[in-house]
């Protein structure tokens, strides 16, 4: 077999890591089991050095560019301290375990190659593997080692499973698992499960996960948590700056950014994802909008009838399928939504033709589902190809046109949908379809179904508050997280049984849900040593798949509960619940009544 000469480098670096006993080895001849590891590892690295290396950004789809060509660097946050990215990569080897959040289109997965490629590179002795958790999606048994290991390890190779989950055990390989939150909501837990086990019983593993924001983390024992800290105006002038799009536009909207837009939209052009749709927009619109649904459909708009700035005046991509943008946008609309409510986010070609084809006969189109895809990857940009996988450029793409489907008020059962959509809270398609049909929206969800708390919600009595957020939500834990050296407690919504639309509606109305779900600490933080004496208690009848720091509340806690601060919050929920109903009802009797006499109906 051949290998790349700077890939056999890196096995040579690679081999006086713990290598010689994981791998049966006698002896300490580097040489031996770097070829080794050639056999085994050099497909997959290869293969994953050269797309880490490259990517392709949403305004130049035909060619990958250089990461180094536009990459900027990225900062965390970790306990309110800033991080650079030298700092960071200094303490994987100390931390071990390590969560990295951010928004949807905050870079994550783009810092992730940057550091597969760092580590690689780099001088700590370990083998980084990077593997994009979304994958898992399609077996039907999912584990995490088995997954990593078949993706990494090809036919035919000589490592054995249980070598390479030694030598992730023993630290010799560094794991970064991309995208946690693209796990499917019913394999979620399980994966949830089994990482937080093996963090527990192999303390000298390392593993790097991202994610969305997602407040199971809290309860992660021993796992850092940093997050993607939002762009400052200068790193979004270098990104800009290095965009492959037209100099004097990319230059011109630079000029702008720097003066006056990062000032008026941080929010927007602080993530890279829609700062890079904002210079595409910049030159037809000349604006930015204050909302985000409507920035994303004038992207849309522009990337369908978009002139290529590379090419000479006059230049337009051709487009395959004989579609108005409104057939086009519905058809899209729908591909997403039956994507989206099985998160499916990558696709063999045959899956997408299938769920394409689907799209155009609910939409009673005359389309091919063959040229429909080619305009998706290049024309419009919304699609590409990622091996032998399809997948969304980025997914809130996908997000954006899911919401766009609700909006339209189609001929199924919405509220069941939404139901079905509140399982991802932190997903946006809810929120954007809120914006786009607010009418809609609320009076065929959000009404009826704060109508089935109300009850509940007056009748709350204060010495009972496990027993009403039992009733009104579902399952309620208390997690025993550490932090620092010192032990607080924080009451968080979790459990199998366990009603979303809560939560969806703290996003949904933020302002009335103030301070409403924030952890319980400080002064306000339960009396640990009952905390612990409860957990103890709670062990002997515990499955074992639980995690020992999560406290189990019924009805039987409801005293000793109510005696402490927890009460206040659960009042405030109840109090935000009926302000929430009453403007709710409000402006669906006034869009009802508005309506009739728009069109005379009094």
């Not at 270098?238 to 929010?267: C, M």
């Not at 009673?364 to 940009?381: G, R, Y």
């Not at 009972?464 to 309620?476: Q, R, Y």
């Not at 400080?522 to 995690?547: I, M, P, T």
């Amino acid at each position: 077999m051949s290998v790349d000469p700077a890939t056999a480098t890196l096995f040579l670096k690679f081999a006086d890591k713990l290598w010689a006993p994981i791998l049966g080895i006698a002896g300490k001849t580097g040489t031996k089991i770097a070829d080794a590891l050639n056999k085994n590892f050099a497909p997959y690295y290869e293969a994953t050095i050269s797309r880490c290396s490259n990517v392709r950004t949403l305004i130049s789809r035909e060619e990958s560019i250089p990461i180094d060509v536009i990459y900027v660097p990225t900062y965390l946050t970790k306990a309110n301290q800033t991080v650079n990215e030298d700092d960071f990569i200094s303490a994987i080897a100390r931390l071990k375990s390590i969560i990295i959040c951010g928004n949807g289109g905050s870079g994550k997965s783009i810092f992730m190659r940057h550091l597969f490629l760092a580590l690689a590179h780099g001088t700590t002795g370990a083998m980084p593997i990077f593997v994009e958790l979304r994958g898992i999606n399609n077996l039907s048994s999912p584990k995490i080692m088995p997954y990593v290991y078949h993706s990494v390890i090809a036919p035919g190779a000589t490592i054995s499973e249980r070598q390479f989950e030694k030598g992730v055990k023993e630290g010799a390989i560094y794991l970064i698992l991309d995208g946690f939150d693209e796990v499917s909501p019913e394999h979620r837990s399980r994966l949830e499960t089994e990482l937080v086990e093996l963090q527990r019983n192999n303390p000298e593993m390392v593993m790097i996960v991202t994610s969305r924001h997602d407040e199971r983390f809290a309860s992660w024992q021993n796992f850092s948590i940093f997050n993607v800290l939002p762009m400052r105006k200068r790193e979004v002038v270098e990104l800009i700056r290095k965009l492959p799009y037209a100099k004097a536009i990319r230059n011109k909207f630079a000029e702008a950014v720097k003066s006056t837009l990062y000032d008026k939209h941080a929010s927007f052009l602080s993530n890279p994802l829609l700062a890079t749709m904002m210079l595409i927009t910049y030159e037809q619109f000349a604006q930015i909008p204050d909302k985000v649904h409507i920035f994303y459909e004038q992207a849309f708009e522009t990337l369908f009838f978009r002139h290529d700035t590379s090419k000479e005046a006059g230049f337009e991509r051709k487009r395959h399928v004989d579609l108005a943008i409104n057939e086009f946008k519905n058809c899209l609309s729908s591909l997403c939504i039956t994507t989206y409510v099985k998160a499916k986010f990558q696709f063999s070609e045959s899956e997408v033709l299938e769920s394409i084809s689907a799209a155009v006969g609910y939409e009673k189109l005359n389309a091919k589902p063959q040229a429909f895809l080619k305009d998706l990857i290049e024309s419009v940009c919304i699609m590409q190809r990622d091996g032998t996988q399809i997948t969304f450029t980025h997914r809130s793409f996908q997000e954006y046109f899911s919401a766009v489907f609700i909006s339209r008020s189609p001929s199924i059962d919405l509220a069941e949908l939404l139901d079905k959509l509140s399982l991802q809270p932190d997903d946006n398609v809810i929120i954007m379809s809120l914006d786009i049909n607010r009418d809609l929206i609320e009076r065929l969800w959000v009404l009826p179904r704060l109508q089935t708390i109300l009850p509940i919600a007056m009748k709350y009595d204060a010495s009972c508050p496990i027993s009403f957020a039992s009733e009104a939500i579902g399952s309620f834990h208390i997690r025993r997280a550490k932090m620092g050296s010192t032990f607080r407690n924080i009451l968080t919504l979790t459990g199998e049984k366990y009603n979303r639309f809560p939560i969806v509606l703290r996003r949904l109305y933020p302002d009335k849900f103030e301070g409403v779900f924030e952890p319980i600490r400080g002064a306000d933080s339960l009396d640990d040593s009952l905390v612990l004496a409860k957990l103890n208690a709670q062990k002997k009848n515990r499955k074992k798949e639980h995690f020992d720091q999560i406290l189990d509340l019924t009805s039987k806690d409801d005293k000793w509960i109510a005696a402490t601060s927890v009460g206040v919050h659960f009042e405030r929920f109840r109090l935000a619940l009926l302000e929430i109903a009453s403007n709710v009802e409000t402006s669906v009797r006034d869009a009802e009544r508005s309506g009739k006499n728009l069109v005379l109906l009094k």
